[in-house]
C-alpha cells in the first residue's frame, strides 16, 4: 500500500485544515488508516485513526471534540478535519496503514507497516 499525504498548510490560529491521504496499491477492506504527527526533537505520537470497515474511530484525547477522522470508500482516501488549531497543533503529520489491527492497537505506532510522506502543518499565533 502506497500512502500520500496532502493539505498541509499555515494557519492562524483557530483556523481549520483538511488534511487528505490517498492509498494505492491494495484493497484496504481489512485496513486501520492512522494519523500521527512528530515536531522536531520529539517522537512521532498518535492522533487519529479509522478502520476502513465499519468506521470504528480512536483519537488522542487532547484532540477528541477538535479533530474529527473519516474516509471516502470510493475514493480510497482518509481524511484529517482539524478544527480550532493552536501553535501546539504545528507538526509534520504523517498518515499510516495497517491490516488485520484489532481495536485495541489503533493507538500504537508501532502497529502500523505503512507510511506516507509527511505534510507540514503550522499554525501561527
Known amino acids: 500500500v502506497q500512502l500520500q499525504a496532502s493539505g498541509g498548510g499555515l494557519v492562524q490560529s483557530g483556523g481549520s485544515l483538511r488534511l487528505t491521504c490517498v492509498a494505492s496499491g491494495g484493497a484496504l477492506s481489512s485496513y486501520t488508516m492512522g494519523w500521527f504527527r512528530q515536531t522536531p526533537g520529539k517522537e512521532r505520537e498518535f492522533v487519529a485513526a479509522v478502520r476502513w470497515s465499519g468506521g470504528s474511530t480512536a483519537y488522542k484525547d487532547s484532540e477528541k471534540g477538535r479533530f474529527t477522522v473519516s474516509r471516502d470508500k470510493s475514493k480510497n482516501t482518509v481524511y484529517l478535519q482539524m478544527n480550532s488549531l493552536q501553535p501546539e497543533d504545528t507538526a509534520v503529520y504523517y498518515c499510516?496503514?495497517?491490516?488485520?489491527?484489532?481495536?485495541?492497537?489503533?493507538?500504537?505506532?508501532?502497529?502500523?507497516?505503512?507510511w506516507g510522506q509527511g505534510t507540514q502543518v503550522t499554525v501561527s499565533s
Open positions: 499510516a496503514a495497517s491490516q488485520g489491527m484489532i481495536l485495541s492497537n489503533m493507538r500504537n505506532i508501532n502497529a502500523y507497516a505503512y
